[in-house]
C-alpha cells in the first residue's frame, strides 16, 4: 500500500466560505452567457406572478459556483500547498436543489471532504468526495452536492 493518503485532512473536515451577494448585473450576465433566458431567470413581471414571486438563480449556475467554489475554498488551498496534492480530473457532480436562490441573495458554501482513497483502476491516484452546500443569508440550504475528483501527489510517488 502506497503513502499517497498519509497526513491528508481527515474525512470530514470542512470549511464555510465568507460569502458574495450575487448582484442584478451578475444575475442576468450569468444567465445570458449561459442561455437560460426563459422567465423563470431573466423576467421579473412574469414571475411576480408565480409562487414564488421573483426570478430563481440558475440551478446549473449554482452547482457550477459550488463546484468552482472548491478551488478556492481553505481546505483545497491546504491540500495544494500543504500535502501536495495535484488535482488532475474531476470525475462528476451530483447535486439536488432544496430552496430557491434569488438575485440580490447572499451565497455561502461550505466544502467538505466526505471520502478519500486510493484508485482502484490508476495506481499512484487517489480520487477524493467533496460535499458542497451552498446556503442563502438566512442559513437556507438551497442546493447540496457531491464532487469527485481524482488527484495525485507527485512528491510521494515519483
Known amino acids: 500500500m502506497s503513502n499517497l493518503l498519509n497526513g491528508l485532512p481527515a474525512v470530514g473536515s470542512s470549511c464555510r466560505s465568507t460569502g458574495r451577494t450575487i448582484s442584478e448585473g451578475e444575475h442576468m450576465l450569468l444567465h445570458n452567457i449561459f442561455g437560460a433566458m426563459t422567465p423563470l431567470h431573466v423576467n421579473k413581471h412574469y414571475m411576480s406572478t408565480q409562487p414564488f414571486g421573483e426570478r430563481l438563480f440558475g440551478g446549473s ?6 463546484g468552482a467554489g472548491w478551488a478556492t475554498s481553505d481546505i483545497y488551498r491546504r491540500l495544494v500547498s500543504d500535502h501536495g ?3 488532475t480530473a474531476a470525475l462528476g457532480m451530483e447535486a439536488r ?3 430557491p436562490f434569488f438575485p440580490g441573495n447572499t451565497l455561502y458554501m461550505e466544502h467538505s471532504i466526505d ?16 460535499g458542497m452546500t451552498a446556503e442563502n443569508e438566512h442559513g437556507d440550504v438551497c442546493s447540496r452536492g457531491i464532487l469527485t475528483a481524482m488527484f495525485d501527489r507527485p512528491d510521494l510517488t515519483a
Do not use: N
Not at 471520502?115 to 467533496?130: F, H, L, Q, T
Open 115 to 130: 471520502d478519500v482513497r486510493e484508485s482502484k483502476s490508476r495506481p499512484g491516484y487517489g480520487v477524493m468526495k467533496v
Open 85 to 87: 496534492v495535484r488535482w
Open 97 to 99: 436543489f432544496e430552496k
Open 61 to 66: 449556475l449554482l452547482v457550477g459556483m459550488m
